[in-house]
């Protein structure tokens, strides 16, 4: 179990309490819009930022202050010893959240059912159909993300799904189907892209602008009432005008298909 980086206060990884969030290096999925490259491409690897020992010290310091620790990637998941990681930091009397891909739903469901995690965050990279694509990986089985939503959609683990919305990759149908997929009553998140300057794949992404993100949000509303956005900003004054009416065309196209769908249905 390594420790890449250490965010020693946050109040926005772990809803509704005051955390610090470790990231782990590694993953198995290339998601080119990821903005954690330096976690995810071994070749911009980095020295620890903290050794294991010098975290526990740090936590030990932070007893009775923090509620609880986010645990992020890379995934998480991948890291030998990172069952041991969570019971040491649960045995200290900390909540454990825990960020994951879905991609080791053995894994999830073990720590589930031990009770180590207070708290799941998954990602719903997109529809099944794009889920390949969306995470950069050609031929990429859904077998293993799907096992994960069925335990968690079916369980009593506290839980939320969250997308990450890129104009090149989601779109009005790929929500409607996002939202066959995941229907429930759990809490769902809709998050906008940000360039991070250091995204995974070489391609320039966009966001979806506020309209696309509130279009979006209703279609899956349909399926899944609890679905917030996150993170909105006023990307036309950040991105410029290319951007707007790149996004604004995104959204008309939009209007359009839901129409179609609106058409379909009556
Ligand atoms: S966004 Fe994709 S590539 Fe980046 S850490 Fe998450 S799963 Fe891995």
Redesign the pocket.
């Known amino acids: 179990m390594e420790i890449q980086g250490l965010q020693r206060l946050t109040l926005l990884d772990y809803p509704g309490k005051l955390a610090c969030a470790v990231f782990t290096r590694g993953?198995?999925?290339?998601?080119p819009?990821?903005?954690?490259?330096s976690?995810?491409l071994p070749h911009q690897f980095q020295t620890p930022e903290i050794s294991l020992e010098d975290f526990f010290q740090f936590l030990s310091k932070r007893q009775g202050i923090l509620d609880g620790i986010c645990i992020?990637?890379?995934?998480a998941l991948l890291q030998p010893g990172i069952e041991d990681f969570i019971r040491r930091i649960r045995d200290m009397g900390f909540l454990v959240k825990l960020?994951t891909?879905g991609?080791f739903p053995e894994r999830l469901r073990k720590l589930s059912e031990e009770g180590c995690l207070d708290y799941v965050a998954m990602?719903i990279?997109n529809s099944l159909e794009k889920y390949g694509q969306t995470?950069?990986i050609s031929n990429f089985s859904t077998s293993a993300i799907e096992e994960s939503v069925d335990f968690l959609l079916s369980g009593t683990q506290p839980f939320e799904f969250r997308t990450?919305v890129i104009s090149e990759f989601h779109n009005a149908e790929t929500f409607f189907q996002i939202g066959e997929w995941i229907r429930g009553d759990e809490h769902y998140y809709l998050q906008q892209f940000v360039d991070s300057g250091n995204l995974?794949g070489k391609f320039h992404l966009h966001p979806v602008d506020a309209r696309g993100m509130s279009l979006f949000k209703e279609i899956v509303s349909a399926y899944v009432p609890n679905v917030e956005l996150r993170g909105i900003q006023d990307i036309t004054s950040k991105e410029g005008d290319a951007l707007c009416t790149k996004s604004s065309n995104a959204t008309e196209n939009l209007s359009i298909s839901i129409s179609k769908k609106f058409a379909e249905q009556y």
């Open positions: 993953c198995n999925l290339r998601c819009f990821c903005h954690n490259a976690l995810v992020s990637g890379g995934e960020d891909n991609a990602d990279k995470v950069g990450t995974v």
